[in-house]
């Protein structure tokens, strides 16, 4: 069977979309379906293409025991949008880059990440950038109810 191709968007490709990589990659391992994933992420600019994830964002992650491991990359159009089935923006800015960047036959495959949460009602995943600690846990919060959510959900939609 064809594996089910994930990427996650943000601004930059160092906190919040390589955390969500990182987070969905965990569980879909702590659930026994690695082999029936391709993970990724990228950034809608390439300012930090080629750099790890912020150090501040690993730290916080490995508190929860998870790795953050990607390399910055600019998001590709068409390729990325041809070959993920699923392309997942974390804001509103994220959304309206994706939608300007994607073949017009290919929009169907956008979501945002806050769509697939059941705990927490925000409607974005906050920039963390120029925070604090706050943020940082906040966007890890978010995420983990997000990816179990698109969990859910592709296991009920069958891809
Ligand atoms: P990210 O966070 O989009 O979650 O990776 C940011 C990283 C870098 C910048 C902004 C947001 N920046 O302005 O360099």
Do not use: W
Not at 37 to 42: G, K, N, P, V
Not at 102 to 117: A, L, V
């Amino acid at each position: 069977m064809d594996k089910t191709k994930i990427l996650f968007v943000c601004l930059g490709n160092i906190c919040r979309s390589p955390s969500a990589e990182a987070v969905m990659k965990s569980l879909v391992d702590k659930n026994g379906m690695s082999n029936s994933f391709e993970i990724d992420s990228a950034g809608i600019t390439g300012y930090h293409a080629g750099e790890p994830a912020d150090q501040r964002m690993q730290r916080h992650a490995i508190n929860r025991n998870i790795r953050l491991t990607s390399i910055s990359r600019q998001v590709k159009s068409p390729d990325d949008f041809k070959y993920f089935d699923y392309i997942i923006g974390m804001d509103d800015q994220n959304m309206e880059d994706l939608y300007s960047l994607s073949p017009n036959d290919k929009t169907g495959k956008i979501s945002k990440m806050t769509d697939y949460c059941t705990q927490h009602t925000n409607t974005s995943v906050p920039d963390p950038y120029y925070g604090g600690a706050a943020g940082f846990e906040l966007v890890l919060d978010i995420l983990e109810d997000a990816c179990e959510g698109l969990l859910n959900y592709i296991e009920q939609d069958g891809k």
